[in-house]
């Protein structure tokens, strides 16, 4: 199993809302990470977990908020966003460390709009 | 010194032609350099990837070449075919130091049927 599963695929939510993205892995990655990817721009890292604990935050606002339940899920809590946080958010995970010839798997992505 | 900057930022190139993309990087400390092709609404997916102690690798129509005294690699698509129109970036990362993947801008490839 080389998935890395993302729910949901889509998400609309009010500026006022409350709401989570969800990320599965089971390939026994310790490494995972929230990225943000707008239209037509390359995947913005924001936070990583490494042994399910947070290792780096790039500086991103908190509004965001990242959890690592275990070390198969991580969730990213989104509460007052606005517009401009409309993008892919993706999901991704690796070895930590990755030596050797490891790679980091992306999910497919939630496909979030703020309105 | 963290940036990989990759050209060009689009491509057209007719089918069964050689499609070329080039990225360069500054930080010497970078030692894992992965290739990833993305569809539109999916993730991106990793292509191929190579260390610095290997100038070229090679895994099916797919190629990199890697030119470490110039800091620079590149991504070679042989008989290019019109499902392999994506948009490709190129990463670098420091792998015994931290988990982060740094991107390049990225590449919109068509291929012309």
């Known amino acids: 199993d080389t998935e890395v599963t993302q729910t949901p695929k889509h998400l609309v939510m009010g500026m006022t809302n409350k709401k989570s993205l969800k990320c599965e892995q089971h390939m026994g990655h310790r490494a995972m990470y929230w990225y943000k990817q707008k239209a037509k721009k390359p995947p913005e890292l924001m936070f990583v977990?490494?042994?399910?604990?947070?290792?780096i935050n790039e500086s991103v606002p908190s509004r965001f908020s990242p959890e690592c339940p275990n070390s198969s899920l991580l969730n990213l809590h989104l509460h007052a966003l606005q517009p401009e946080d409309s993008a892919l958010y993706l999901c991704?995970?690796?070895?930590?460390?990755?030596?050797?010839?490891?790679?980091?798997?992306f999910g497919q992505g939630t496909r979030l709009t703020v309105v | 010194q963290q940036q990989v900057k990759q050209s060009p930022q689009s491509l057209i190139v007719q089918k069964g032609g050689i499609s070329i993309i080039n990225c360069a990087y500054e930080n010497t400390a970078f030692d894992y350099f992965p290739w990833y092709q993305q569809f539109p609404g999916k993730g991106p997916a990793l292509l191929i990837a190579i260390r610095p102690d290997v100038s070229e690798k090679k895994e099916g129509r797919f190629t990199i070449s890697f030119n470490k005294s110039a800091k620079q690699f590149s991504l070679h698509i042989m008989d290019s075919q019109p499902g392999d129109s994506a948009t490709y970036f190129c990463?670098?990362?420091?792998?015994?130091?931290?988990?982060?993947?740094?991107f390049g801008k990225g590449t919109r490839l068509h291929i012309l049927p």
């Open positions: 977990y490494s042994y399910e604990k947070l290792s």
């Open positions: 991704a995970s690796s070895q930590v460390g990755r030596s050797g010839n490891t790679e980091a798997f």
């Open positions: 990463a670098a990362s420091m792998d015994y130091r931290d988990d982060k993947i740094i």
